[in-house]
C-alpha cells in the first residue's frame, strides 16, 4: 500500500452549497469551517503528517468585497477561538502566500504560526491569497537576486513550500476538474481525486474513500 504523508485539498463549492441550502454564499463558508475541523481530526487519526488547505487565492479578491470580508473575519474567528484547542493537539500551522490582509489578521497569523511553530502531530499549510505561478516567479526571483545557478534543487528551495513534502494525493470538491493555480510545481505527481460533492456535503466518510482507492494505486513515477 502507498504511503500517505501528505494531502492537498481544494475546497470547492462553498458558495454554491450556501446558494442552494441557505440563499446565501457566506453560509456556506461557514458550513465548510465544520467540514475542515472534520478533516483535521481524521487527519489525525490516519497519523498524515501534512494538510494543505487552499482557503483564499490570489484570484479570489474578484470577488464581492463582501463576502471577502465575511471569509477574513471567519478566519480570525477561528483562529481566535481555535489556535489554543489547536496547539493543545500539538498541530503546526504555517501560512502560505502573500500575509497581505489587516493589520489585525496579519498580527493573529503571525502569533499563530509562532505559537505552534514546534509542534509535531499535524503540520497544516493554509494556503492564503496564493497563486502557484506567483510563488514560481518569486523563487526565480530570489534565485536570480542571490546569484544561485538555476537547478531543481535551488529552485525548490525557494519556493514557499521549503522542507514540505510534495503533496502525495490532492483532493478537489465541487465537481471541477481543474487546478486553478495552486501548488502547480509540487503537484507533479500527486494522485488527483475530482470529488462530486461540495465542500460542505464532503464527509469522513467520503475522505477514507478517496484514501483507501490512493493506497491501491500502483505509483509508477515514469517507471514500468
Keep these: 500500500m502507498n504511503p500517505l504523508k501528505h494531502v492537498a485539498i481544494i475546497m470547492d463549492g462553498n458558495g454554491r452549497w450556501g446558494i442552494k441550502h441557505k440563499n446565501s454564499r ?12 472534520k478533516i483535521i481530526k481524521e487527519t ?32 480570525e474567528n477561528f483562529l481566535i477561538s481555535r489556535i489554543e484547542d489547536l496547539h493543545a493537539q500539538n498541530i503546526k500551522l504555517k501560512i502560505i502566500g502573500i500575509k497581505n490582509f489587516s493589520k489585525n489578521l496579519n498580527k493573529l497569523l503571525k502569533y499563530s504560526e509562532k505559537k505552534t511553530s514546534k509542534n509535531t502531530s499535524l503540520q497544516i499549510n493554509l ?41 502525495d494525493l490532492l483532493i478537489r470538491t465541487g465537481n471541477t476538474n481543474r487546478l ?15 470529488e462530486k460533492k461540495l465542500w460542505p456535503a464532503f464527509n469522513v466518510k467520503d475522505y477514507n474513500k478517496i484514501i483507501k482507492k490512493y493506497k491501491k494505486i500502483k505509483r509508477n513515477y515514469g517507471n514500468i
Excluded at 457566506?26 to 475541523?37: D, F, R, S, Y
Excluded at 523563487?139 to 531543481?152: D, Q
Excluded at 486553478?180 to 475530482?194: G, T
Design 26 to 37: 457566506n453560509a456556506g463558508h461557514k458550513a465548510g469551517l465544520n467540514t475542515v475541523e
Design 44 to 75: 489525525i487519526k490516519k497519523k498524515i503528517s501534512f494538510l494543505t488547505l487552499y482557503v483564499f487565492s490570489t484570484e479570489n479578491w474578484k470577488r464581492p468585497k463582501e463576502e471577502v470580508n465575511y471569509l477574513f473575519k471567519l478566519l
Design 127 to 167: 494556503a492564503l491569497n496564493y497563486g502557484s505561478k506567483t510563488e514560481i516567479l518569486h523563487a526565480l526571483k530570489l534565485i536570480s537576486k542571490n546569484k544561485k545557478k538555476i537547478t531543481e534543487k535551488n529552485f525548490i528551495n525557494y519556493l514557499q513550500t521549503k522542507n514540505i513534502p510534495d503533496p
Design 180 to 194: 486553478s493555480n495552486f501548488l502547480l510545481w509540487q503537484l507533479a505527481y500527486s494522485e488527483i481525486f475530482f
